[in-house]
């Protein structure tokens, strides 16, 4: 009875210590802000410090391809909505959810919550989303112990799951890495992260991208070739070879699933709230491929644009952008390109959502 | 099923769980039968050689007892060469193939058959072979059940890697079995903790250093480099077998057997006599008990002491591998044991002064990492390119990285070291305050969580062996 009295006591404190020190805000107020966890973290630190000065605020969620840089629509004369991202480059619609769980818990800090697609007929990918481990790293610092059942179960693989729950209830597992490196710089570590937390809001908000673009590929769809220019890397050579000239991935249903789960879970957070969801397609890319997907009419945006929290934007509001001229790389808008993109994107968003509201 | 992974701890739990839970009369059955369900999840198919071993040697032991004079050596004769004949054809079969073909001027492999070592075979036979040598002594009754005798050798916490535990220790607390006490209890926890602690976090991150080093001493020349990277072998080598010993040592205590100790801080040796007192103790006895004494010890004469201690550690070092490195890794710890009796037994087996012993003991250590090179080079050859690099004037540039804080950690289990061996601190820690002992677990459980290799599995060292 004694040993058991004082192991379960032991592994009580040593959860308790774990957690004071995982848990809390002190581990990921020093967490590296080059790692994914340091890229999330600080964004959605910034956009939580930031003050919102009326309730015409609009977020913009999503990964590195959603080129919506808040200066240029902040710009706009009597727009009447005031622009945010937490976009954060390598995240998923998992990561959406608790990114958006966090940053507006009350879900009423926003007039719309801008979510990009790629595309509405949930295309189907090579690589299984639902078991990105990245995603246990983004989003270590927002996972609760309420999570543990829902978001493990959210992956498929079973090792996936355990590491997934293991993360949840020990965060130093999922923070190792990021602990032998601060172990290795600690005094580097320690001021990068301060200054990440005073400035970090310039370096996403100010950010100016290249002028590079993907111009001067030539391709012959029927016989399947494709020709670029020297400037084009042979890696951007791979990806449109892939991108454009290879069958679509068989459909399994699998990322449909994923994106409906997801999607849905968004939408549960605003259910019932002022707060629009406006899903949009993203610009695809430089070149777009002849044969679009098979139209899916029970797409998971599609279901979701029946919710009265949700506006799905037309499908083809950005198609203008898709020029080889403002792409820096086969997925990512350049400079130019997300100028145009975000001022196009704020204007439609103004359309959608009407006239702002009276402070 | 390595001892540091999650499936294994489940298997523990289960296995705990169980026995506990059982009716007396049935916890043989089931430590057998996990003790087979251990051994299969490693490989299924040497099942049957383990079952014929202990077959083997029950009999031999029964027939040994019972016979009369003559027929108890001869069976003592077949049970030893049935022993020595498979480890010989598993362990050794190639190597032999292989010089053979060297002296025959044929290429190397010419003879070599397709062998896969069974795990823990080394092990396992030497704890039979002990078994049978001390049934024919008399020191140790034959066994007469078959369960008992099968468990004595397939004992899942020692199965693989030791500690090499005599049949007489075993038998005691088999036969006369007690629950362990609370202080038992939290022994065999802070065991299994601290074996876990010393594999992922210390011994798996020298490994990444010392493979670094020897997968390619070439690429990094000079002497700092080479004494790192052997350094960081002897570092993992310790806390690699010493961890897994703690933990089968702590694993054991728990279901109730007292194991003996296979490590006492080796690295604290200020000579290399002291240094065999204190590694792989339970290797360490067997060789002395079973080959050094009946080879004739020091008891005839100087020369014939030291034949028979060279004798000793080559054979030694055979036992851990077939090549010609680990001879001359035993010839080497032969020979410094040879030349230590030389030099006076005092010297050598005396603790020094205490201003002298930290010279002591890092001249040892350093001694004693020389040796390792042998036993981590892959082969001949790279281990005289890395002894010559280790001592080349040219200190080379600084292309092997041990992490500052790895050294910090290995500077903190020095000083946990020597505490321990003034204070014996880690034994008494069950018997002290509840709020040190959970201090101390929670220590070690923050440096498996924070600092553990996780992201591969690399296996205990000795279980290629």
């Known amino acids: 009875m004694r040993t058991a009295v004082i192991l379960i006591l032991t592994l009580a404190g040593f959860i308790l210590v774990e957690n004071l020190i995982f848990n809390t805000g002190v581990y990921p107020a020093i967490v590296d802000p080059d790692s994914t966890t340091g890229a999330m973290e600080m964004r959605l630190s910034n956009e939580m410090r930031r003050k919102a000065g009326d309730r015409n605020q609009v977020l913009a969620i999503g990964d590195s391809r959603m080129g919506f840089f808040p200066r240029y629509p902040n710009q706009i004369p009597n727009l009447g909505y005031t622009s945010a991202t937490i976009a954060t480059p390598g995240t998923t619609p998992r990561c959406w959810y608790y990114m958006l769980r966090e940053a507006d818990p009350q879900a009423n800090r926003y007039a719309a919550i801008l979510i990009p697609f790629e595309d509405y007929d949930d295309l189907e990918t090579w690589e299984d989303h639902a078991d990105r481990v990245s995603d246990l790293h983004y989003l270590i610092p927002l996972l609760r112990w309420t999570d543990i059942v829902e978001f493990p179960r959210s992956y498929h693989s079973t090792e996936l799951k355990f590491k997934a729950a293991l993360g949840i209830a020990l965060k130093g597992t999922v923070y190792k890495t990021d602990f032998q490196d601060l172990l290795l710089h600690r005094k580097f570590r320690l001021e990068y992260a301060a200054q990440a937390r005073r400035e970090s809001h310039q370096w996403f908000y100010d950010f100016k991208d290249t002028d590079k673009n993907m111009a001067g590929v030539v391709i012959d769809w029927k016989a399947r070739k494709l020709a670029a220019p020297p400037n084009i890397s042979p890696g951007d050579v791979d990806t449109f070879k892939t991108q454009l000239l290879e069958p679509y991935p068989e459909h399994t249903g699998r990322r449909s699933a994923y994106l409906t789960y997801w999607l849905n879970r968004i939408c549960d957070l605003y259910r019932g709230s002022a707060t629009r969801l406006i899903i949009f397609r993203l610009p695809r890319g430089p070149y777009v491929r002849p044969d679009p997907p098979p139209f899916d009419p029970n797409s998971s945006v599609r279901k979701a644009a029946r919710r009265p929290e949700v506006i799905l934007d037309a499908e083809h509001d950005f198609d203008f952008l898709e020029k080889p001229e403002l792409f820096k790389d086969p997925h990512h808008l350049n400079g130019p390109g997300q100028e145009q993109f975000s001022r196009a994107l704020a204007l439609r968003v103004r359309q959608l959502l009407g006239p702002p509201k009276a402070p | ?465």
Do not use: C
């Not at chain 2, 498979?86 to 062998?115: E, M, V, W």
């Not at chain 2, 910090?408 to 321990?420: D, N, Q, T, V």
């Not at chain 2, 069950?430 to 220590?443: C, E, K, S």
């Open chain 2, 1 to 465: 099923m390595l001892f540091n992974t999650v499936p294994f701890f489940i298997f523990l739990a289960i296995v705990l769980l169980l026995f506990y839970t059982l009716p007396r009369s049935l916890r043989k059955y089931l430590l057998l039968a996990a003790s087979y369900y251990f051994y299969m999840s490693w490989n299924w198919k040497f099942i049957p050689l383990l079952l014929t071993l202990t077959v083997i040697d029950y009999t031999a032991a029964i027939m040994i007892e019972s016979g009369r004079k003559i027929h108890r050596k001869l069976f003592l004769i077949m049970g030893l060469a049935g022993n020595l004949g498979f480890l010989g054809f598993f362990k050794y079969f190639n190597f032999l193939a292989d010089n053979f073909a060297l002296l025959l001027g044929r290429p190397p492999h010419s003879f070599a058959l397709q062998i896969i070592l069974p795990l823990g075979i080394s092990f396992h036979t030497f704890q039979s072979m002990s078994y049978i040598i001390d049934v024919y002594r008399g020191e140790q009754l034959a066994i007469r059940n078959p369960v008992d005798y099968a468990l004595f050798i397939a004992f899942f916490p020692q199965l693989v890697a030791g500690p090499i535990v005599r049949a007489r220790e075993f038998f005691k607390d088999f036969y006369a079995w007690r629950p362990p006490v609370s202080e038992e209890q939290l022994r065999g926890v802070l065991l299994v903790v601290l074996g876990l602690a010393k594999k992922m976090a210390f011994a798996d991150q020298f490994a990444q250093i010392a493979d670094a080093y020897f997968s390619h001493p070439a690429a990094h020349p000079g002497a700092l480099s080479a004494w790192k990277g052997a350094v960081s072998f002897a570092l993992q080598i310790f806390f690699d077998f010493s961890g897994y010993s703690d933990m089968a040592i702590g694993m054991a205590l728990l279901l109730g057997f007292h194991f003996p100790l296979n490590f006492r801080r080796p690295y604290l040796a200020f000579s290399v006599t002291d240094f065999w007192h204190r590694w792989h103790m339970t290797l360490s006895r067997w060789l002395r008990d079973y080959l050094y004494i009946p080879l004739g010890g020091n008891r005839h004469g100087t020369l014939m002491t030291y034949r028979n201690l060279m004798l000793t550690m080559l054979l030694g070092g055979l036992w851990h591998g077939a090549s010609w490195n680990f001879v001359i890794w035993g010839g080497y710890h032969g020979g410094l044991l040879a030349l230590e009796r030389m030099a006076g037994r005092k010297m050598f087996e005396q603790k020094p002064p205490a201003w002298l012993y930290p010279l002591r003991a890092a001249l040892t250590f350093a001694v004693v990492s020389l040796g390792w090179v042998f036993f981590r080079a892959a082969t001949f050859a790279d281990s005289r390119y890395v002894l010559s690099q280790m001592f080349r004037r040219a200190s080379g540039a600084p292309n092997l990285l041990i992490p500052p804080w790895l050294v910090w950690m290995a500077l903190l289990s020095l000083a946990a070291a020597f505490l321990e061996e003034h204070f014996e601190w880690a034994d008494r820690l069950p018997r002290g305050p509840a709020w040190a002992y959970a201090a101390a677990l929670i220590v070690l459980l923050f440096a498996v969580e924070m600092v553990g290799v996780t992201d591969k599995q690399i296996p205990f060292i000795y279980f290629q062996f």
